[in-house]
């Protein structure tokens, strides 16, 4: 997936073409203000779970199971250090 940089400014004077290039192309808009990313226009189709999601998924686990998920995901949240780019 391609990733572009636009500022506020030019993605507004170019609303339409983003629009179509990120639906047809698969581009994804970092949009930036005064340089700092504020937002991103990304393709619809990506799979995305939300937290609302993944609780309906865990409720659905029997409970060994989601008692041992709980444990793997304590023990990868002390390993793992949070991304240095806000946007992943």
Not at 37 to 60: H, I, N, S, Y
């Amino acid at each position: 997936m391609k990733t572009t940089t636009v500022s506020v400014t030019e993605a507004a004077r170019n609303f339409a073409d983003c629009v179509n290039r990120a639906h047809y192309q698969g581009i994804t808009f970092i949009l930036l203000k005064n340089g700092s990313p504020v937002a991103r226009l990304v393709p619809d189709g990506d799979k995305v779970c939300t937290g609302r999601d993944l609780a309906e998924a865990l409720t659905e686990l029997p409970e060994d199971e989601a008692q041992s998920w709980q444990r793997d995901l304590r023990a990868a949240r002390k390993q793992l250090k949070p991304p240095a780019d806000k946007w992943r």
